[in-house]
């Protein structure tokens, strides 16, 4: 009998949480990360888990409000396992508005929000006050939705390693053989792989760039979404603030860029003002061609599969990601929505 059943490449927050979900089902799992555990995106400094707008819906958005409400018993979960805390905290965003035409606008979707989540959680406008943690708004009102939630990217990614070691999973760092099958969730580089080895463009990475600030936020202080900038509080005393996107990835280093990103913010929560640079993170964000995540088996390599793409959004998808990869690599069993499988991005 083989000392491994599955053997899953990548130690980002995909290869992760599908290690955890599948050593839960009784899998012999081997986690093998070339660097380091969060080398790519997942260890980004950000960790905002939000839901897409409450209109035009789609599979991606039943998937990924589905990940959501799963989040909370996920993170959990881990946190009992591993005895460390994730910083998950579902305490909700509070987005501000630009005029009275982005107030309509949201008002219209409370009414999808109340149909779409089914009684899951809110979605209000409501009067800004422009005091404490709350960010200004230009129309006047915010949006505040109770279904976002917050976790840190490198405290998470921790946890969930020592999870897996308490669980009887092998965790490498370097190189080791693959046993059994084998669950490639590794990032830019693996889009790169991917499409070297199809002969045709499937993905790649975007850089983004974030920072951290020291400013101890109220405990339960939700997200904030101002200027389009994610502003996200941490349980350790920091607020992380993000991101670029940019399409030049031939410099991986931070770079002025941040200090635009921190003046915004600033304008935006004034309280932030003063309040000094702890951290500055630059990585590759890997997105399939698709736009949404790539699963499914790796085409023509049999015992293959890939969990990839998770670009901005990867460590929201992440519990469902994990639950629907396990069934089709244990079963058989096929729930990749439409949209989300590799042929979509071929």
């Known amino acids: 009998m083989a000392s491994v059943d599955v053997t899953v490449r990548g130690g980002g927050i995909f290869g992760l949480a599908c290690a955890w979900v599948l050593a839960g089902r009784g899998a012999k799992v081997r986690l093998i990360e070339t660097r380091a555990i969060g080398a790519g995106s997942s260890g980004g400094l950000v960790g905002a888990l939000s839901p897409h707008v409450p209109e035009q819906w789609n599979p991606k958005k039943q998937f990924q409000l589905e990940s959501l409400l799963m989040a909370a018993a996920f993170w959990g979960g881990v946190s009992r396992a591993s005895g460390l805390p994730t910083g998950y905290v579902r305490s909700g965003r509070l987005q501000a508005l630009a005029d009275a035409a982005a107030v309509a606008k949201a008002a219209e979707r409370a009414e999808g929000a109340r149909v779409l989540w089914r009684g899951a959680a809110e979605w209000q406008v409501q009067p800004a006050t422009g005091a404490g943690w709350e960010p200004l708004s230009p129309g006047g009102y915010l949006v505040r939705d109770t279904l976002s939630a917050r976790l840190h990217p490198r405290l998470a990614a921790r946890a969930l390693?020592?999870?897996?070691?308490?669980?009887?999973?092998?965790?490498?760092?370097?190189?080791?053989?693959?046993?059994?099958?084998v669950l490639h969730a590794t990032g830019a580089a693996?889009?790169?792989?991917?499409?070297?080895?199809?002969?045709?463009?499937?993905?790649?990475?975007?850089?983004?760039?974030?920072?951290?600030?020291?400013?101890?936020?109220?405990p339960d202080a939700p997200q904030l979404y101002a200027d389009g900038l994610h502003i996200v509080p941490h349980p350790d005393g920091t607020v992380a603030i993000g991101s670029t996107s940019e399409r030049d990835v031939t410099d991986l280093a931070t770079d002025h860029q941040l200090d635009a990103l921190h003046a915004r913010a600033v304008a935006a929560l004034p309280c932030l003002a003063g309040a000094p640079v702890i951290d500055r993170w630059a990585g590759?964000?890997?997105?399939?061609?698709?736009?949404?995540?790539?699963?499914?088996?790796?085409?023509?390599?049999?015992?293959?599969f890939i969990a990839n793409g998770g670009f901005k959004i990867g460590f929201g998808m992440a519990p469902k990601v994990a639950e629907v990869m396990a069934d089709l690599i244990l079963t058989g069993q096929d729930a990749i929505p439409p949209g989300f499988r590799v042929e979509d991005s071929l």
């Open 284 to 304: 590759l964000r890997p997105r399939a061609r698709s736009r949404a995540p790539m699963l499914g088996a790796w085409p023509g390599r049999p015992g293959h």
């Open 161 to 181: 390693v020592a999870a897996l070691q308490g669980a009887g999973a092998e965790v490498v760092i370097g190189d080791a053989p693959d046993e059994g099958l």
């Open 190 to 218: 693996g889009l790169a792989a991917l499409s070297d080895d199809l002969g045709l463009h499937v993905g790649g990475g975007l850089k983004g760039q974030a920072l951290a600030l020291r400013f101890a936020a109220p």
